[in-house]
């Protein structure tokens, strides 16, 4: 069973939930997207479990998880720098609902992992 349009749906319907309704005496801007997420560093990665911990908390990348470095779709884990500054929104059970890094950080030694 395909969950994604679940997923999309229950994001949508919370995102009502919470954002007031626009009105034109209003005066508040609806909440953004970017502010739905949040910010880390990236300190551990473990490829064979297909897990990430962002500031020392476990986080499960599922195939679901909508992860990016800079503009390319991340196919492998081991693409991930660690110790880079990442934006995410945790999903459900633990698991990223997205995963975003603004730019490939060079390895240092000059080794790939």
Same mark, same amino acid.
């Given at each position: 069973m395909n969950t994604k349009?679940? *997923?999309?749906l229950a994001l949508m319907a919370a995102m009502a939930a919470v954002l007031p309704p %626009?009105? *034109?005496d209003d005066g508040v801007p609806p909440l953004p997207l970017y502010m739905l997420e949040q910010r880390g560093t990236l300190t551990r990665i473990d490829v064979a479990r297909r897990m990430v911990w962002i500031d020392r908390k476990p986080y499960k990348v599922t195939d679901d998880t909508q992860a990016? %470095? #800079?503009?390319?779709r991340l196919d492998d884990l081991r693409q991930l720098p660690r110790g880079a500054e990442v934006a995410f929104?945790? #999903?459900? #059970?633990g698991a990223l609902a997205s995963l975003w890094i603004e730019r490939e950080v060079p390895d240092p030694t000059g080794r790939r992992r």
């Amino acid at each position: 069973m395909n969950t994604k349009p679940i *997923a999309w749906l229950a994001l949508m319907a919370a995102m009502a939930a919470v954002l007031p309704p %626009v009105q *034109a005496d209003d005066g508040v801007p609806p909440l953004p997207l970017y502010m739905l997420e949040q910010r880390g560093t990236l300190t551990r990665i473990d490829v064979a479990r297909r897990m990430v911990w962002i500031d020392r908390k476990p986080y499960k990348v599922t195939d679901d998880t909508q992860a990016y %470095v #800079g503009s390319r779709r991340l196919d492998d884990l081991r693409q991930l720098p660690r110790g880079a500054e990442v934006a995410f929104m945790p #999903g459900e #059970g633990g698991a990223l609902a997205s995963l975003w890094i603004e730019r490939e950080v060079p390895d240092p030694t000059g080794r790939r992992r």
